[in-house]
Every structure is written in C-alpha cells, then in structure tokens.
C-alpha cells in the first residue's frame, strides 16, 4: 500500500447498527439494515435479522427510511485549486464579460491584505462578448495588483501586469501572448508557479480544509488528488497528503505528474501519474488533434510527449512498482498513448502491464482502435462525465472547436463499457464542482444518447471505479469484509434506471434483483447527504438533521 493512502487502522472501534432504511448492497438488494465493526462492514441484510444483533452492538442508529450507499471516490481532483474557488474567485457562474468584471472588482476590494490574488472558471465561449478580459483591464480592477486567473479549463490564464513582473523571462516562453489572448504552454505554467509561490502555507491549508470539508458534505469519501511540479508544488502535494493523515475527511490518494519515478515515490504518490501531459485541453485550443480544430484554421495542438517517452514512463513505473498515467484529450495524444503503452508491452510483456493498471485522464476523443487497446492493455480510463453536460451537445464548445460530427465522438462510455475498459468517474475540480451524483446524472443522460450508460454503471465507476483505480478491488461495495466508507442520503423512491436511445427505462420490480437508486433524471432534485463516514469514522454530519 503506498504511504500516500491513509493508515490502515480504523477511526472508531465502536460496532454500530444501522437499520431502518435502504442499503445499496450486491450482497443483498432488499437490504434494510447493516452493521460497521472495527470500520469494516461486518453484515447487511433484512429488518427482521438486524433484531439479533441490537442488544450487541455500541450503537443504534435509525435511518428513517433513508437510502446508505458506499461513499462516492473523486478519481480526479486538484485540491488546493478546490479550495481556492470555495472560498475565493469563483467566475465559473459569471454570464458574461461584465458580470466576470464585477466579481474580479469586488474580490480585490474585499482581500487588501492578500499578496496575490486568485482565481477560477472563466469560459469566455459562453459569454456574449466571447472574448476573455484583456490584461490592461484586468489591470485596472484589481488596482495593478497581482492576479492569477485561470480559465475553466485549467489550460490557460489571464493575469495582470504586476504577476508577469514576478516572472523574469516569461515573456520569452512559449505560450506567451501580449495581447489579448491567455497564456498557455510554458508561460502558462510560470505565472503558475509564481502564483501559488505567493500564496502563504496558512492560506495553503486553509483551502485544502474548505475542499476536503466541502467533499465530505457531498458524500465523497475519497479523493484522488492529481498534483505534479507543472501543476502545483511539492509543498502543497505533501502538505495535503500530511493533512489528511493527520485530521477527519476524505482519505487522500496522491497522483504525482513526473517522469521522474523516484521523485514521484518519495513524496509519496502511488503513481507517476495524474496530469501528466501528452497534450492539452480542447477549450484553450491545445488538445493534439490528428485534423486541425474548426475554428482554428490548420491548428493541431499541441504535443507534449510522444509515443517513446510514454513507452519508457511505462516500463519505469512498471519496474518500479508504480502506476504510470497521463492527461490525454485530444485523438492523437491518445494514439500516442496508446502506442507508447503497446511498446512497453512489448518490453515487459502484457501481463505485467496489466497488472500494473496504469491509467489516463480524461481521455476524450477515441475510436473503436483506441478502446480495443485500452482494454487490451488494461488501461483505466479516468474520465469526467460533467464535461459532457457543460460542453457538449450541438451548440456546445465540443462542437465549436471540432465541427458537429467529431463533436459526436466525444466520451464514449457506453462503447468503453462494452469492450469491458474499467472507468473511474471524477469531476477534474475545479474545472467541474465536485458533484458525484451530478456526475452519475451526467453519464445517464449523457448529451449524445448512444455514449448513455445505466445510472447503476455510472454509479459503480464513481465508487468501486475509483477503487480499482488504485489497486483495490475489495472495497467500494457494502459487502461484509469491505471498508465502511458510506454515505447516508435523504431521497425519494427507488428506481432501476437504464438508457435508451430514445427514452430511459424504467422498472421498480423487486424481482428484478438490482439494487434500485435514486432517480436522477433531468429536473429531478437530487439525493441530499445527510451523513458521510470513512473507515467507520463520521466525518460529516448535516446539521439539524
């Protein structure tokens, strides 16, 4: 087990028994009752068995109908950014550039005493003006203060005058733009790294406790955290990892972006993984592309690893007992994955690949070829439903940049389930809040019906998916033996829901033997947490309830 995941002792030693409600379980899909001993589930089954076991337990606890599922595992999440837009600049609801000007006005007037500002979540596509803030503007609403201002897509930023100034060089880096448009590529990630230099480790903390708290309200009971030197700091991934060891919340399992494999194990990553760039991101025009993008004449993207360098990642992970794993968006980033990790194959032989589970983030333009290897190779694909609902559909950004027929392509889950690829769904927050089952909603209705999946497969990839992301595979179920991550819901009735590709069926038949979850159709008010606990702790509780 690496360092990076938490101990494996149990927060309370107690044996409680929770009856009354409805428990999502394999082991039995009529089960109203379970019983958590030494934070492992030690039982589940009917209201009449729970009866023998009330006089021996530490603690009884009456569900009042309300639905225990497992606890939901984020497999792609950037915390400190989390936290940062939780408490600080949160353009991700502006509507336009003038609304974004506003909230840009108001921050810098409410935080004087910050070295540096921060924040998050402008996507000019979906403004009416189109067009980000320009620098001179951004200028004279902070008052010639330092601001770092990422878009949606974490890919490029806008930033004042006196961040550059921080920065010696940068305007002699790649991605530089002196105008209006953001910084990508290199100068992208200097200003970043300036940035987050500037940012005190008292607000460090700070943010990292706001995300984790804000995960467990949501019924998150593990995160996996995807940090790297072009992403954030070495200071921040252990302070983090430290963090979760040290107090309550979600476990934390670290993902550290390095070709560096030893690197990656001493600050104590299961992986040399996560944001790991093979290319860029669609919004920002930097996903490597096999066709030019649509409204970027002859434009590509960008490449930032090829199939060789992946190939030697791969076998140094492999040999070193690590997982290796990259950020690939674009169809050709992907086919340089893919033939990169065919290569290591061929080295190592395909057994010990596969038994390595390395993974790729994102991963959203494919082919039929590209799936075929994924499975072949054992690849998890770690993917963010929640894209598709922001970004897709016949009017959405997908669309702009690639034209509606590739636009189609996008995140097909439905074609990755039925070549058996094993997916962790996650939200990349805070590109998309964290949001789990907004997440399952998003996967069920996806935007192009033949990518749908059943609500209960989009729920499996959000919790034992991100399990087995990590190498486990006797966890993320509420099965007797297994951790007791869970989260108690309030909700209404139960359903069996599955796609169609014209109208989602329905069938709340006991007989069927499946384990019924909320309705999450469009328009539908969806589960509140009421209660969220890992490895038998409480680690959150609503208040009032």
């Known amino acids: 087990m690496s360092e990076s995941m938490p101990p494996a002792s149990p927060g309370d030693h107690r044996t409680v028994l929770l009856r009354g409600g409805e428990v999502h379980s394999p082991a039995d899909p009529f089960a109203t009752a379970m019983v958590v001993e030494r934070g492992h589930v030690a039982w589940v089954g009917s209201e009449g068995a729970a009866d023998a076991f009330a006089s021996g337990v530490d603690e009884v606890v009456d569900l009042e109908g309300a639905l225990v599922t497992p606890a939901f595992v984020d497999a792609h999440v950037h915390?400190?950014?989390?936290?940062?837009?939780?408490?600080?600049?949160?353009?991700?609801?502006?509507?336009?550039?003038?609304?974004?000007?506003?909230?840009?006005?108001?921050?810098?007037?409410?935080?004087?005493?910050?070295?540096?500002?921060?924040?998050?979540?402008?996507?000019?596509?979906?403004?009416?003006?189109?067009?980000?803030?320009?620098?001179?503007?951004?200028?004279e609403l902070t008052g010639g203060r330092p601001l770092y201002l990422t878009r949606i897509d974490v890919h490029s930023a806008v930033v004042t005058t006196a961040l550059l100034d921080l920065v010696p060089g940068v305007r002699d880096l790649d991605g530089f733009h002196d105008g209006q448009r953001p910084l990508t590529g290199d100068a992208h990630h200097a200003v970043?790294?300036?940035?987050?230099?500037?940012?005190?480790?008292?607000?460090?903390?700070?943010?990292?406790?706001?995300?984790?708290?804000h995960a467990v309200s949501l019924g998150i009971g593990t995160l996996h955290e995807c940090g790297g030197p072009q992403i954030?700091?070495?200071?921040?991934?252990?302070?983090?990892?430290?963090?979760?060891?040290?107090?309550?919340?979600?476990?934390?399992?670290?993902?550290?972006?390095?070709?560096?494999?030893?690197?990656?194990?001493?600050?104590?990553?299961?992986?040399?993984?996560?944001?790991?760039f093979a290319d860029g991101s669609l919004g920002s025009h930097t996903a490597c592309l096999h066709e030019p993008y649509a409204d970027h004449t002859g434009h590509r993207g960008s490449a930032h690893l090829d199939a060789a360098a992946i190939a030697l990642h791969v076998?140094?992970?492999?040999?070193?007992?690590?997982?290796?794993?990259?950020?690939?968006?674009?169809?050709?980033?992907?086919?340089?994955?893919?033939?990169?990790?065919?290569?290591?194959?061929?080295?190592?032989?395909?057994?010990?690949?596969?038994?390595?589970?390395?993974?790729?983030?994102?991963?959203?333009?494919?082919?039929?070829?590209?799936?075929?290897?994924?499975?072949?190779?054992?690849?998890?694909?770690?993917?963010?439903?929640?894209?598709?609902?922001?970004?897709?559909?016949?009017?959405?950004?997908?669309?702009?940049?690639?034209?509606?027929?590739?636009?189609?392509?996008?995140?097909?889950?439905?074609?990755?389930?039925?070549?058996?690829?094993?997916?962790?769904?996650?939200?990349?927050?805070?590109?998309?809040?964290?949001?789990?089952?907004?997440?399952?909603?998003?996967?069920?209705?996806?935007?192009?019906?033949?990518?749908?999946?059943?609500?209960?497969?989009?729920?499996?990839?959000?919790?034992?998916?991100?399990?087995?992301?990590?190498?486990?595979?006797?966890?993320?179920?509420?099965?007797?033996?297994?951790?007791?991550?869970?989260?108690?819901w309030r909700t209404e009735e139960l359903v069996v829901q599955a796609p169609d590709d014209r109208v989602a069926r329905w069938s709340t038949d006991p007989r069927s033997g499946t384990p019924g979850l909320p309705d999450l159709s469009p328009g539908v008010d969806l589960p509140v947490c009421l209660r969220t606990v890992v490895y038998g702790q409480t680690v959150f509780e609503r208040p009032n309830e």
């Open 79 to 139: 915390t400190t950014a989390t936290g940062f837009a939780l408490t600080g600049l949160d353009l991700s609801s502006a509507a336009s550039l003038a609304e974004a000007a506003e909230l840009i006005r108001a921050h810098a007037a409410a935080r004087p005493e910050d070295r540096i500002l921060i924040g998050h979540g402008w996507d000019a596509s979906r403004w009416p003006e189109r067009r980000p803030l320009t620098r001179a503007e951004l200028d």
């Open 192 to 213: 970043r790294a300036a940035a987050f230099a500037a940012v005190s480790p008292g607000q460090r903390t700070e943010a990292q406790r706001a995300a984790r708290a």
């Open 232 to 276: 954030s700091s070495e200071e921040d991934f252990t302070g983090l990892l430290d963090l979760a060891r040290e107090e309550a919340g979600p476990r934390v399992v670290g993902y550290w972006a390095d070709l560096d494999v030893e690197r990656a194990r001493a600050l104590g990553a299961l992986g040399a993984a996560g944001d790991l």
């Open 315 to 488: 076998v140094a992970c492999t040999e070193a007992g690590l997982q290796a794993g990259f950020h690939a968006i674009g169809d050709a980033a992907v086919t340089a994955v893919v033939e990169g990790v065919r290569a290591a194959a061929e080295k190592l032989g395909l057994a010990r690949i596969r038994a390595a589970r390395h993974r790729v983030e994102h991963v959203e333009m494919l082919t039929p070829e590209t799936i075929a290897a994924f499975a072949e190779l054992g690849l998890t694909a770690s993917v963010q439903p929640a894209f598709d609902a922001l970004w897709g559909g016949e009017d959405g950004m997908y669309a702009d940049r690639l034209g509606a027929e590739r636009a189609r392509t996008l995140n097909p889950y439905a074609a990755l389930l039925r070549a058996g690829v094993p997916l962790a769904f996650g939200s990349d927050s805070p590109v998309t809040p964290l949001d789990p089952w907004g997440t399952v909603r998003a996967a069920a209705f996806h935007r192009t019906p033949e990518h749908r999946i059943s609500a209960r497969a989009a729920f499996t990839a959000h919790t034992r998916g991100g399990w087995r992301a990590v190498g486990r595979d006797d966890a993320g179920t509420l099965v007797p033996g297994a951790p007791a991550d869970y989260a108690v």
